[in-house]
Nanobody, 117 residues
Framework: QVQLVESGGGLVQPGGSLKLSCTFSGSIGSMYVMGWYRQYPGKQRELVATMTSGGLKNYADSVKGRFTISRDNVRNTVYLQMNSLKPEDTAVYYC???????????WGQGTQVTVSS
C-alpha cells in the first residue's frame, strides 16, 4: 500500500513564496519519477514539474524560472519551491509518484494553494 502525504499549501500574496512537501510510504523500488501536478476547478490536472531518480527535471513553461523541484531519496520526499507566485498559480496541487516503467500512478491527497491580495 503506497501512500503520499502532502503539506505546505496555504494563502500567499502575489510575489510571495511557498514550499510544498510530499513524503511517501510503502514498498517502492529505487527508480521512480516524482512530480507535482495542479488542477483548476472544472479542469483536468496538468503537469507542473517532475524529477527522475537520476536528477533530471522537467517543468511546465508557465512555471520555469519560478518553481524548483527537488527530492530527498533517503527521506522519500519531494519538494516544490514556489517563488514569485501569481494569481494564476491558484489551484489544488497534487504530488505524484510513478515507478519507472510502470503504468501505475500514485497520488497525494492534494493541497490548496491560493495566491491573492
Amino acid at each position: 500500500q503506497v501512500q503520499l502525504v502532502e503539506s505546505g499549501g496555504g494563502l500567499v500574496q502575489p510575489g510571495g513564496s511557498l514550499k510544498l512537501s510530499c513524503t511517501f510510504s510503502g514498498s517502492i523500488g529505487s527508480m521512480y519519477v516524482m512530480g507535482w501536478y495542479r488542477q483548476y476547478p472544472g479542469k483536468q490536472r496538468e503537469l507542473v514539474a517532475t524529477m527522475t531518480s537520476g536528477g533530471l527535471k522537467n517543468y511546465a513553461d508557465s512555471v520555469k524560472g519560478r518553481f524548483t523541484i527537488s527530492r530527498d531519496n533517503v527521506r522519500n520526499t519531494v519538494y516544490l519551491q514556489m517563488n514569485s507566485l501569481k494569481p494564476e498559480d491558484t489551484a489544488v496541487y497534487y504530488c505524484n509518484l510513478n515507478p519507472t516503467g510502470s503504468r501505475v500512478n500514485y497520488w497525494g491527497q492534494g493541497t490548496q494553494v491560493t495566491v491573492s491580495s
